[in-house]
């Protein structure tokens, strides 16, 4: 193999060093900062440039006060029940290999954690950090226009992709969060998103907290011969 140049190092660097983050600590984000993040990562292809994303950024007390909202609704029975989300995220029907490592993730954060499969009021605790963005200070809600099809979707995850590479680049990390979804009615008014945007996923962003044990998680990924083929 032909010796790789510090520029391709500094990228694989910042792809692989990439992973969900579930604590944060305070520090501040410059916005001078998030605004470069999100430059460099509206350089994501998209069909014919139709750049689809919408983005909305909360910090300080607009990000703690949908905190709390979310919250508040997550925790009520009641309520949380009468929210779903507006499209299918995971299939409806699962089978092997796709069930078997959404499991393993579970348990193996639970199982950092000290989390028993029986106790569903730390289950129910852990979760709820989504909401409050793992104690980020800065809260990202992603949005769509309706009349964009899957194919902007797609292009969409590219955005997405960009923008998390580009945050550790910066020493930043991010966790992608789809489990905003459900609580899109609460949270499209809550950012000033017009009836016309769909809520596509939220993400939080900032400084890891070293000291968190879940943030030692790594997730496994499947060797190349197994998902590739090369056909000469």
């Not at 020493?171 to 009615?185: E, I, K, M, N």
Request: aromatic share 10%; glycine share 6%.
């Amino acid at each position: 193999m032909t010796p790789i140049p510090e520029s391709a190092r500094a990228v694989d660097e910042a792809m692989t060093s990439r992973h969900s983050i579930r604590s944060f600590l305070p520090t501040p984000v410059p916005r001078e900062l998030i605004e470069h993040l999100l430059a460099v990562a509206s350089r994501a292809p998209s069909g014919t440039n139709t750049q689809p994303w919408h983005v909305y950024v909360l910090t300080g007390e607009a990000r703690r006060a949908l905190s709390r909202r979310l919250v508040a609704a997550y925790d009520d029975p009641v309520e949380r029940a009468a929210h779903t989300e507006e499209y299918a995220y995971y299939p409806t029907e699962w089978k092997s290999p796709f069930i078997d490592r959404r499991r393993k993730v579970g348990w193996d954060l639970y199982g950092l954690l000290g989390i028993a499969k029986t106790d569903k009021e730390r289950m129910h605790a852990q979760h709820s950090r989504n909401y409050e963005f793992f104690g980020a200070p800065v809260g990202l809600m992603f949005t769509i226009d309706r009349i964009m099809r899957q194919g902007s979707w797609l292009d969409f995850g590219m955005f997405l992709q960009s923008l998390m590479v580009a945050a550790r680049g910066h020493g930043l990390d991010t966790c992608p969060q789809a489990a905003f979804t459900p609580f899109h009615r609460l949270i499209t008014p809550a950012i000033g998103a017009p009836d016309s945007e769909q809520l596509v996923c939220g993400m939080s962003l900032g400084h890891r907290d070293l000291d968190a044990i879940e943030n030692s998680l790594i997730t496994e990924r499947e060797p190349v011969a197994s998902f590739a083929r090369f056909l000469e």
